[in-house]
């Protein structure tokens, strides 16, 4: 391993200039945090590609055999773990998304809805090169995980110290939410019905704003202005080639694993607006501390992931050293509870992914049966919303997010998507208000450009 040091830590400047190019990604802690926001990591140009569509995998473009996730894991297999540590936690590996039907297919869950635009359910780079920024000791690299990575090493460190461009312009459009309020008041009446029936105890139901794309929109920039609005430890813009690019502002934390197989994973539920007023913030957060609702839908997800964990934990591993935290970030406050345990020897990343994805926090409980009503009351697939954001090192490392708090960028469209979990005492007017706090900010990011 070779890391070449730079002189700028600006991941976000530095990527403008390969924001453009297909597979390039930034994974951009945007709210620096010790513990869960301290470093930012930039890749381009992988020595080999994985994508699953509608079930069916590629690698370098070509068709390959089994489910994406024995492919990803076999991929990742054909690389050793590096001989010595890293100044970073990730040094080289795969970088990607999972997205919410990856999930479903896990499960076993049929969708009713279709892929008309042939949107990838998940995507990864495989990269021997990283670029990575330590905001806590103002330090960067560009890392070589190979020997023959180097040159191309030394080429990206080149390219990252030139001056970067000037940010891009972004060009307004205007979004149409895809529910009008008493639709989806409607929809989260049903799913009170269903929790009264006894069929579930929580559902998270959401819904889409969608704009037309305008011609010579930058999408990085659009991101660029996200991040401004809503800055978050696990930021990332991710270029899937010309029919996907995910700009996302996402708090949460999904799993975590270290390298000795920790897991840690960061359950958000409960969401109250921020205020420019100290008293009525500080208010604002006292009610969702103490908000009986919010605590039991909370402790659901929490128990979900324990669940979901218990499957790949050493036995008697699984810890709820947190629950009911209260984390504030620049337009919300949140309720994070926090669940570890150890992995079992001989699993690896992809089967703690497999055991848990997708996310209990944007499914409800129990999953299966959440999941199927989800379907039937949304109009359309969520695609990478609500799936993951991962890196997974060759050395067996990983860290991933929540894709909440996210655009998704297509060829003719920009969606936006916001939602919450559904309890016995939910209000439905209250729930479209939580939603549309959750969304606002990505709602700015574009319809002010």
């Not at 924001?19 to 990591?41: E, K, T, V």
């Not at 330590?134 to 110290?161: N, S």
């Amino acid at each position: 391993m070779r890391a070449i040091p730079l002189s700028g830590s600006d991941p976000v400047a530095a990527f403008r200039g390969l924001a453009g190019q297909p597979w390039a990604m930034l994974l951009d802690s945007a709210a620096s945090h010790p513990a869960h926001g301290r470093f930012s990591y930039i890749v381009a140009e992988p020595f080999r590609t994985l994508e699953a569509v509608d079930g069916r995998v590629f690698v370098d473009g070509a068709p390959a055999g089994g489910d994406a996730f024995a492919v990803l894991a076999a991929e990742l297999a054909r690389h050793p773990a590096p001989a010595t540590a890293g100044p970073v936690p990730f040094t080289g590996g795969a970088v990607g998304f999972i997205g919410y039907e990856a999930g479903l297919r896990l499960e076993r869950v049929r969708s009713r809805h279709d892929n008309p635009g042939g949107q990838p359910e998940m995507a990864f780079g495989f990269y021997d090169v990283v670029a990575a920024f330590d905001h806590a000791e103002r330090r960067a690299w560009v890392i070589a995980a190979r020997p023959e990575a180097e040159g191309r090493a030394h080429a990206l460190a080149e390219r990252l110290e030139r001056d970067p461009p000037p940010p891009g312009l972004l060009v307004r459009s205007s979004w149409r939410p895809e529910l009008s309020r008493p639709d989806y008041l409607g929809r989260v009446g049903r799913v009170l019905d269903d929790i009264r029936a006894g069929d579930i105890y929580q559902a998270n139901v959401t819904q889409r704003f969608l704009a037309d794309r305008p011609a010579g929109l930058d999408d990085y920039a659009l991101y660029e202005r996200l991040r401004v609005l809503s800055p978050a430890p696990f930021g990332a813009f991710l270029n899937c080639g010309p029919r996907l690019r995910i700009a996302s502002a996402s708090p949460e934390r999904f799993l975590r694993l270290s390298a000795s197989g920790a897991i840690e994973t960061r359950p958000i539920k409960g969401t109250r607006p921020r205020y420019a007023d100290p008293a009525l913030d500080a208010a604002a957060a006292a009610e969702l501390v103490g908000s009986v609702k919010d605590r039991a839908e909370n402790l659901m997800i929490t128990d979900l992931l324990r669940n979901d964990l218990g499957r790949v934990a050493a036995i008697g591993s699984v810890r709820v050293p947190v629950l009911y935290g209260l984390e504030s970030f620049a337009s919300v406050h949140h309720l994070v509870s926090v669940v570890t345990a150890q992995l079992r020897p001989g699993l690896g990343p992809v089967d703690l992914l497999r055991a848990a994805c997708p996310g209990g926090s944007i499914t409800g409980a129990p999953k299966i049966r959440a999941m199927e009503i989800i379907d039937e009351l949304e109009l359309a697939r969520r695609g990478a919303y609500c799936g993951s954001v991962v890196w997974i090192g060759f050395d067996g490392a990983m860290d991933s997010s929540i894709v909440i708090r996210t655009l998704s960028l297509t060829p003719d469209a920009v969606m936006a998507q916001a939602g919450g979990g559904i309890v016995a005492d939910s209000d439905p007017a209250a729930e479209h208000e939580e939603m549309l706090v959750k969304v606002r900010p990505l709602l700015r990011a574009f319809d002010q450009a």
